[in-house]
């Protein structure tokens, strides 16, 4: 957290850097390759946070925006039980208020960019972005208000990974790979320019921006950078350039140009809510034995 001189015109602007893993980004900061988040710790303060993540990632932002436990907002993941027909229904967020609706309603501007699992809440005052690219994609879709914030999101270029290229598919070449962390980003620089844009036009007393390219990347590139790892053997890991870091990096750049463009009445904080760790990914298999053994049919 960087605490900038605050006055008359103070305003805060928090950056979540969606499952940013502590222990890589401290590394980075140590080797020089974050600057910016480097920069920012150097006039402030590395603090943790309680998270719900070890119930499971999909908590994390719901508990978030709301202030609640899990078991109060009951929200797990992108799909939601329903315990009276016994059946799953796309998450779309709607029974859940975030923090900042009230913020809305006593006057305060606010805006908001992309958290995960967020609803929109109708700002007037500010700006509010809902999926314009996010790796947790819900039932809602892209959504923006009020009407100016609404043009401009669709003047704005597309997010490299919005033709949903490596999303409903996994890379499996080294030039998939390559692709798939320079989209990231390219996409988190796109999402600095458009964030810094909307509070130009709309000066939001609270702004929350989430960057979600991370999160993508490291299911896909988190091999890139622990080749050694006993769970990667096997697998010609060590012939990958570290993909991953180069996110990393593009992240960070994204991050100093919000922090560059605020002013020095600003209160900058940027967060993560979970990390990560080596991991082999989802059993592809599981649908179709559960489909082969009885146990469930795919839908019409």
């Known amino acids: 957290m960087s605490t900038k001189n605050n ?11 969606d499952a940013a ?15 910016a988040l480097g920069s920012l710790l150097a006039t402030g303060k590395w603090l943790d946070v309680r998270s719900p993540a070890p119930i499971g990632s999909g908590t994390v932002w719901p508990t978030f925006l709301t202030g609640e436990e899990p078991a109060a907002h009951g929200n797990y993941s ?9 059946s799953l229904r796309r998450y779309e967020g709607l029974h859940l208020t975030p923090f900042w609706k009230a913020l809305a309603q006593q006057g305060i501007s606010v805006g908001v960019f992309d958290v995960p699992f967020a609803p929109p809440v109708g700002i007037e005052h500010g700006f509010e972005v809902s999926e314009w690219w996010a790796h947790d994609c819900t039932a809602a879709g892209l959504q923006a208000g009020p009407d100016r914030v609404r043009s401009l999101v669709r003047e704005a270029p597309a997010h490299p990974l919005s033709a949903n290229r490596f999303v409903t598919s996994t890379p499996d070449t080294k030039s998939n790979l390559t ?10 620089q796109l999402r600095a320019m458009l964030t810094q844009r909307l509070i130009t036009e709309t ?32 697998l010609e890991c060590a012939e990958f350039k570290p993909l991953l870091k180069e ?49 469930s049919q795919l839908a019409t």
């Open 7 to 17: 006055g008359d015109n103070s305003s805060v602007l928090a950056i979540g850097i």
């Open 179 to 188: 692709d798939l962390a320079e989209a990231c980003s390219a996409g988190a």
């Open 247 to 295: 996110v990393y990096r593009g992240v960070d750049r994204a991050v100093g140009e919000l922090i560059n463009s605020a002013t020095s009445a600003t209160t900058v904080l940027v967060f993560s809510l979970h990390g990560m760790r080596p991991a082999l990914g989802f059993p592809g298999f599981l649908g179709p034995l559960l489909c082969e053994r009885g146990f």
């Open 21 to 35: 893993e502590p222990v890589l980004v401290r590394q980075l900061i140590e080797q020089g390759e974050m600057p």
């Open 78 to 86: 992108e799909w939601k039980w329903l315990p009276e027909t016994m």
């Open 203 to 234: 000066k939001p007393q609270v702004s929350i921006v989430v960057f979600p390219e991370i999160h993508h990347a490291g299911h896909q590139l988190w091999h890139t950078i622990a080749p050694q790892h006993p769970i990667y053997k096997g």
